[in-house]
């Protein structure tokens, strides 16, 4: 390596024999690369997934549609596999850790003195001073935008580089073994500091002293001879250890006998001044931001220049120069000339306390205000019940601001034990609400703290949001029995809590919107399959065709020939979101996909969603898959009274058994209401909940349906389109909080109903959704999609209460709702008769049915059919019709007396049939007989007209008046 103008070089034959130390693998590279070896590259790199900025090697595979920009391209690449067109290192292993490789390389050859930094907060910001005090007295780099990740060394040190006097570096630590150890191997520090430990990420660890001896592997690398570590002397667990192998100094502003510490501190708005102590000299220090506990950083900065021989006055100078930048402990003016304090990027515990202080240290003139808006702290596991828990004492009983405001999650517990100590605080789950409240309250010159996390619940777009004078927040419009009820409020853009039982919306948002709903579109689909005679016992070979359907899809991995159960392959298609499970059990049963989604459209329209659509079985990211809220809730509820489907999504783990080779493999899930990942951690526990069915994709974003049981009561919530990341799961937080606000319903009283109520709420159920509604739209859309088949399907449901319900008084109101509908739609269907649902396209008009008639499963009956009853003794086809299996009977047909029709028969229109039909036939009426008659007098006579035309004739053909 060499340098040329002050910058680094290094060769393409250097960074070859970083990459591997095998003679053999390197002959070959050398081979291929030919005249490249001798070409003079300038490391000069960015992240993996910035192409544009690359010069030199890139590392990684590139991405379907990407390319490396035409006037840019890099020398050579590493990668697993060939990139067209750029001579190629080819992998087995991650490129990133050739990336690595090529760290180590730079760093053995270029070697600037080095310090690594960490601790469990304040990391960045004493990084960041410690960088300002060394760039006084040489050149320094260091790690930016807070890249303390294994990924951001890597970039640290390969960026553009030259000669460097020193490198000031952040690690940062999530869990165990996360490549500390690895990293300070490769930088080598001389210097290495821990500014303090805290509760981030302790759920990984268990303890803090767990935390210390992780932490402490970012000395692994610093010689033990030579090296210096620097402890925080106030920080509990770092002065229980005692066996350190290097040598310690110590800072500290509490302990006066450490070797760095501090006195005659003074606050201001402006700023913090005071007395640096180190050993045996003093010299006076001023800090451009406010808040005690940046006194800790300052004094790390200080110990670490003073071990590097730098002299009191440009370390001074260079703490005097010190900027905060990001999201950390900005403090400027703006909205209505307020002071903002805006420290958005981390918090735990003792980061939430410390900007606590920071607002109280703050002065404030006579009228002046002090508001802290809080916001939930990620990362906590196990653990975050209680640290939230003990913010909020602590926050109640040492602090007294003005107002407290909260946004999301856990944060909650802030403002209630705020509001306990009789204090003011309001809390927001809906961000709208959030916004709007705020800009609502804020007064001319308050002083208003913003803490919170920019990754948990989108905190720091909401502050720019209350902040910007232009901004007006779009109040969200609520629905429901409880829609006033703050708790029930969600961030995400459309939400419900349904009571299955009643019919009754408890609270939604946007519940008739359509979304996207992803896989959610798969309850139907497994609904439908239950009710048109797919049993869980049924055994299912796997049909080729299904892997057609299932490319680009995420599958299960069930082949072509094996033999499942078809509640195995049904439970795959909903928990495991298996789509070659669910393709393989429809086209086991249909002739094609086509066919079982006519089907599935039935089932739909007789759930009462009217306003739910799909193009096929599983939910995808393209048009043609809709529905909404409200239609979600009405086919869940309907799949709820379902037996077979209440087992099968009851079951979180199952023994799935390929039938003909024996094999078994135990499939487990791990509930996202039961989860035990840090990234949802405090969803746990909801007792009786049913996980149903959650599914995603870029279109529909995060959509989640479950349901719990109250009683004999379920409840189903549904939320749709909740954006997601790995530090804010929406869509959990807000369906736990629905499920469990359920807990504190009151009982609704039974009531004693006359007939006629009954008649009337028999009416008024059928068409509520309808009466609710004043979207002229959604009006129009249901027209279209014919509503009366929504109350023959409302036929159906009330036909099952009657017959499965342990409530007497809830079979008696079902059976009569049942018996008003049939007035309505002058249908005779028995309600207790051997017969199957069957579908009905144009509803239940005029259709009657022999009480003692059977009927298979999966038949289609039209308007206006007769299957009746023969009871005359001497006919020799009396009896009542037994209708076999998938029969269609066309408008109008007549089947009477004790015939058999077959499975799979078609019945065409206006058929009369008295006689048995074989399986597999159609019956068709003859050929019409055609009539000639000349003269045709086709005037329809009133009634009032036809009886005068019958006085008439009977008087002419008594040939006088009438006696």
Request: overall charge neutral; hydrophobic content about 40%.
């Given at each position: 390596m060499t340098e040329c103008d002050g910058k680094i070089i290094i060769t393409v034959d250097e960074i070859l024999r970083g990459m591997t130390d095998n003679e053999e693998e390197y002959a070959r590279a050398a081979k291929q690369f030919g005249a490249l070896l001798d070409i003079k590259v300038e490391t000069c790199f960015d992240r993996i997934r910035d192409l544009g900025d690359l010069k030199g090697v890139f590392f990684g595979d590139l991405k379907n549609g990407e390319a490396f920009p035409e006037d840019n391209p890099p020398v050579f690449a590493v990668s697993a596999k060939d990139i067209p067109g750029i001579p190629t290192f080819v992998v087995k292993e991650a490129p990133i850790f050739y990336?690595?490789?090529?760290?180590?390389?730079?760093?053995?050859?270029?070697?600037?003195?080095?310090?690594?930094?960490t601790g469990s907060y304040g990391k960045t910001t004493t990084m960041q001073m410690t960088c300002s005090v060394l760039q006084q007295a040489g050149r320094t780099t260091f790690t930016p935008n807070n890249e303390n990740t294994n990924i951001g060394q890597v970039w640290a040190l390969t960026r553009p580089l030259v000669t460097y006097d020193y490198f000031t570096c952040e690690l940062g630590l999530s869990q165990k073994n996360y490549y500390m150890s690895e990293w300070s191997k490769i930088i080598k520090p001389e210097i290495c500091v821990i500014v303090n430990i805290g509760s981030p990420h302790i759920e990984n660890f268990g303890d803090k002293s767990q935390i210390l001896e992780e932490k402490l592997h970012v000395a692994d690398g610093m010689s033990e001879e030579?090296?210096?570590?620097?402890?925080?002397?106030?920080?509990?667990?770092?002065?229980?250890?005692?066996?350190?192998r290097h040598k310690i100094k110590t800072i500290a502003v509490n302990t006066k006998e450490a070797d760095y510490t501090c006195r005659d501190i003074a606050m201001s708005n402006d700023g913090?001044?005071?007395?640096?102590?180190?050993?045996?000299?003093?010299?006076?220090?001023?800090?451009?931001?406010?808040?005690?506990?940046?006194?800790?950083?300052?004094?790390?900065?200080?110990?670490?220049?003073?071990?590097?021989?730098?002299?009191?006055?440009?370390?001074?100078?260079?703490?005097?120069?010190?900027?905060?930048?990001?999201?950390?402990?900005?403090?400027?003016?703006a909205y209505k000339n307020n002071i903002i304090i805006e420290d958005c990027f981390g918090a735990s515990l003792e980061a939430d306390i410390v900007m606590f202080d920071m607002l109280r240290e703050f002065k404030a003139e006579e009228g002046q205000r002090k508001i802290a808006v809080l916001g939930h702290v990620p990362r906590m596991g196990r653990l975050s019940d209680q640290v939230h828990r003990d913010i909020a004492k602590k926050l109640a009983s040492d602090y007294d601001f003005d107002m407290v405001v909260t946004y999301g999650g856990l944060s909650r517990y802030f403002s209630e034990e705020y509001k306990k100590a009789g204090k003011s605080?309001?809390?927001?789950?809906?961000?709208?609400?959030?916004?709007?409240?705020?800009?609502?309250?804020?007064?001319?010159?308050?002083?208003?703290?913003?803490?919170?996390?920019?990754?948990?619940?989108?905190?720091?777009?909401?502050?720019?949001?209350?902040?910007?004078?232009?901004?007006?927040?779009?109040?969200?419009?609520?629905?429901?029995?409880?829609?006033?009820?703050?708790?029930?409020?969600?961030?995400?853009?459309?939400?419900?809590?349904?009571?299955?039982?009643?019919?009754?919306?408890?609270?939604?948002?946007?519940?008739?919107?359509?979304?996207?709903?992803?896989?959610?579109?798969?309850?139907?689909s497994v609904l439908t399959l239950l009710e048109n005679g797919m049993k869980p016992d049924d055994i299912v070979t796997i049909p080729g065709a299904a892997s057609a359907f299932t490319k680009g899809w995420f599958v299960y991995g069930v082949k072509a020939g094996e033999r499942y159960r078809a509640g195995d392959l049904m439970w795959l298609s909903l928990k495991k979101s298996g789509t070659d499970a669910l393709y393989s059990l429809i086209l086991s049963e249909y002739e094609s996909v086509e066919a079982f989604m006519k089907l599935w459209r039935e089932t739909v329209l007789q759930s009462g969603a009217v306003n739910t659509g799909s193009i096929g079985p599983y939910g995808k990211d393209s048009d043609g898959y809709y529905s909404t809220a409200f239609d979600l809730?009405?086919?869940?509820?309907?799949?709820?009274?379902?037996?077979d489907f209440l087992s099968l999504i009851s079951d979180d783990m199952r023994e799935i058994t390929e039938l003909t080779s024996g094999e078994r493999k135990r499939e487990s899930l791990v509930t996202f209401l039961n989860t035990r990942s840090e990234k949802d951690e405090h969803l746990l526990y909801t007792p009786g909940v049913i996980q149903i069915k959650e599914g995603e994709n870029h279109i529909s974003r995060k959509c989640v349906a479950a349901a719990v049981k109250r009683g004999e009561k379920y409840y189903v919530s549904v939320v749709l389109g909740s954006v997601?990341?790995?530090?804010?799961?929406?869509?959990?937080?807000?369906?736990?909080?629905?499920?469990?606000?359920?807990?504190?319903?009151?009982?609704?009283?039974?009531?004693?109903?006359?007939?006629?109520?009954?008649?009337?709420?028999?009416?008024?159920?059928?068409?509520?959704y309808i009466d609710s509604i004043n979207d002229p739209e959604l009006l129009d859309r249901i027209l279209e999609n014919n509503y009366e088949t929504s109350l023959g399907g409302s036929f159906w449901k009330y036909r099952q209460i009657h017959l499965e319900s342990k409530d007497p008084l809830e079979r008696k109101r079902a059976l009569l709702k049942c018996q008003y509908i049939q007035r309505v739609m002058c249908a005779s269907v028995p309600v207790n008769s051997n017969i199957h649902r069957f579908g009905t396209p144009h509803g239940l008009t005029g259709i009657h049915i022999s009480a003692r008639a059977k009927i298979g499963t999966g038949c289609t009956i039209l308007q206006g059919v007769t299957i009746g009853s023969n009871t005359f003794a001497d006919s020799k086809k009396?009896?009542?019709?037994?209708?076999?299996?998938?029969?269609?009977?066309?408008?109008?047909?007549?089947?009477?007396?004790?015939?058999?029709?077959?499975?799979?028969?078609?019945?065409?229109?206006?058929?009369?049939?008295?006689?048995?039909?074989?399986?597999?036939?159609?019956?068709?009426?003859?050929?019409?007989?055609?009539?000639?008659?000349?003269?045709?007098?086709?005037?329809?006579?009133?009634?009032?007209?036809?009886?005068?035309?019958?006085?008439?004739?009977?008087?002419?053909?008594?040939?006088?008046?009438?006696?």
């Open positions: 990336w690595r490789r090529l760290a180590r390389v730079i760093a053995d050859k270029f070697r600037p003195r080095s310090v690594v930094i030579k090296g210096l570590l620097i402890l925080n002397a106030d920080d509990e667990t770092s002065m229980a250890k005692k066996d350190y913090i001044d005071f007395v640096a102590v180190c050993r045996d000299r003093e010299f006076n220090v001023h800090l451009n931001l406010t808040g005690k506990h940046n006194v800790y950083s300052a004094l790390a900065a200080i110990a670490v220049a003073d071990s590097f021989g730098v002299s009191d006055d440009k370390i001074a100078a260079g703490l005097a120069l010190y900027k905060t930048s990001g999201t950390r402990q900005n403090v400027y003016t605080a309001y809390h927001f789950y809906d961000d709208e609400e959030f916004v709007a409240f705020l800009k609502e309250n804020i007064r001319e010159k308050d002083i208003i703290l913003f803490k919170g996390v920019w990754k948990t619940y989108n905190f720091t777009r909401h502050v720019r949001r209350i902040l910007n004078p232009d901004y007006k927040a779009q109040l969200p419009k609520y629905c429901g029995t409880y829609a006033d009820t703050a708790s029930l409020h969600t961030t995400s853009p459309s939400s419900l809590l349904f009571d299955a039982s009643d019919g009754r919306i408890v609270c939604g948002k946007n519940i008739h919107t359509r979304y996207n709903p992803a896989s959610l579109i798969t309850i139907a809730a009405l086919i869940i509820s309907r799949a709820l009274k379902n037996k997601e990341s790995h530090f804010n799961m929406f869509s959990y937080d807000e369906t736990k909080r629905m499920l469990d606000f359920t807990e504190t319903l009151p009982l609704v009283k039974k009531e004693e109903v006359s007939v006629k109520t009954i008649n009337n709420a028999a009416f008024d159920s059928a068409y509520e009396s009896g009542f019709p037994v209708i076999g299996n998938n029969v269609f009977i066309g408008a109008g047909a007549k089947i009477i007396g004790g015939v058999t029709v077959g499975d799979n028969v078609r019945i065409g229109a206006n058929c009369i049939v008295v006689e048995d039909v074989p399986a597999n036939s159609v019956v068709v009426m003859e050929k019409p007989k055609i009539i000639s008659k000349p003269l045709i007098n086709n005037k329809f006579l009133s009634p009032d007209e036809y009886d005068k035309f019958i006085e008439e004739q009977l008087f002419i053909r008594g040939g006088g008046e009438q006696t």
